[in-house]
């Protein structure tokens, strides 16, 4: 039974939102941005609990990114408190996401949301992005990679490649700083077989002025060699 606070949810919902929601969907919205809310009393979730701030911050910087229609299987690198996994698997109830991060305190209390509203097609993973690259059970078996907020472009880029099958498409969440880190990840991308840097600048938001997503496709398998150990990627990035 939604109420009055479900309806000034959709109010400003409505009006920031750049794409239509259907009504089950935004109800669904709603009960995450309410379970993240209450977990993160005992557990770190978020420093976000503004209503506006969350739709904005959260829910519409996730749900707006531009996934590929032929995209099934998708993993979030970092996911941690959910984000962009669990808003986009709410948008997008025939595709399988998949939650990666190395904290299984998070890991553990995002599953209890989801379970919570009843989210059918999430599963989650525990463990460092760099381990689980390297095993052949998830190597090259995504079609979309997706990571915000987790670490500079030209370290990203080494996590998140070898997820991706050929053909698929990588998605990082940045903001003003886009086309700096990826200037500065230089060769890093081809050599790990990303190709087509393309930034997404046309989903600005109303109160968030630096909403860019870089995306990048998988064209050409990732050299076993990456990634490197998590040490080694950061203290000598590729270039
Ligand atoms: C700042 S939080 C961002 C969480 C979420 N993506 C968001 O935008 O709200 C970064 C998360 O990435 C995770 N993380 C960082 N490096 C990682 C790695 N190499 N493997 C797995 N998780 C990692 C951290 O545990 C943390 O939960």
Redesign the pocket.
């Given at each position: 039974m939604m109420d009055q606070a479900y309806d000034n949810f959709k109010k400003i919902f409505v009006s920031e939102s750049p794409i239509a929601i259907s009504e089950d969907k935004l109800q669904l919205l709603y009960a995450f941005m309410n379970e993240m809310k209450a977990t993160n009393a005992h557990v770190n979730l978020?420093r976000i609990v503004d209503d506006r701030d969350f739709i904005e911050k959260?829910l519409l910087d996730a749900i707006t990114c531009p996934l590929k229609e032929d995209a099934d299987a998708i993993l979030?690198?970092?996911?941690?408190?959910g984000?962009?996994g669990v808003p986009l698997a709410i948008c997008h109830p025939e595709k399988h996401f998949t939650l990666?991060?190395?904290?299984g305190k998070?890991m553990k209390a995002v599953e209890q949301i989801v379970n919570a509203i009843g989210l059918k097609n999430v599963s989650f993973l525990v463990?460092?992005?760099?381990d689980y690259g390297k095993d052949p059970k998830y190597r090259e078996q995504f079609d979309a990679v997706c990571?915000?907020?987790?670490?500079a472009f030209n370290i990203l880029d080494e996590?998140c490649a070898p997820f991706l099958k050929v053909g698929g498409t990588f998605y990082a969440?940045k903001g003003q700083q886009a086309e700096a880190e990826i200037a500065e990840a230089g060769q890093g991308p081809s050599l790990l077989g990303l190709g087509s840097i393309r930034t997404t600048q046309n989903l600005i938001l109303k109160n968030t002025t630096f909403h860019v997503i870089i995306q990048c496709d998988k064209i050409g398998s990732t050299p076993k060699k990456y990634p490197r150990n998590?040490g080694r990627i950061v203290k000598k990035p590729l270039t």
């Open positions: 978020t959260h979030d690198v970092g996911s941690g408190g984000i962009p990666l991060d190395s904290t998070k463990g460092r992005a760099e990571a915000r907020a987790v670490a996590l969440w998590y």
